[in-house]
């Protein structure tokens, strides 16, 4: 099993930036693809992106294509959402995950799941 953390979110305007973090303990990090899922008020969780054990490959929704970006460090045992061009259907609970598939968009294919990060954004 893989503990996660994640940390980062708060409150921000439209147009503005946040940086997600998850750290990772347990098994070896470097063996799992990582994943950020989102969770608004009344709506399934879905997925947000996706990058490969290696890290060379990312996936992302297209809903976020162009202003978020993921990135990891498997030295430091973290994974990344960079958050840029904010906007208010944004808002949501953020989760990382991990998963024995590379390129998985499903949350049914993510087996080990952070407690979760509130991120606002206001217009």
């Known amino acids: 099993q893989v503990q996660l953390v994640e940390s980062g979110g708060g409150l921000v305007q439209a147009g503005g930036s946040l940086s997600l973090s998850c750290a990772a303990s347990?098994?070896?990090?470097?063996?799992?693809?990582m994943g950020w899922f989102r969770q608004a008020p009344g709506k399934e969780r879905e997925f947000v992106a996706t990058?490969?054990?290696?890290?060379?490959?990312?996936l992302y929704a297209d809903s976020v294509k162009g202003r978020f970006t993921i990135s990891r460090d498997n030295a430091k045992n973290t994974v990344y959402l960079q958050m840029n061009s904010l906007k208010p259907e944004d808002t949501a609970v953020y989760y990382c995950?991990?998963?024995?598939?590379?390129?998985?968009?499903?949350?049914?294919?993510?087996?080990?799941w952070g407690q979760g990060t509130q991120v606002t954004v206001s217009s």
């Open positions: 347990g098994r070896t990090f470097s063996n799992y693809a």
């Open positions: 995950a991990s998963s024995e598939w590379d390129g998985s968009t499903s949350r049914y294919e993510y087996d080990d």
């Open positions: 990058i490969s054990w290696s890290g060379h490959r990312t």
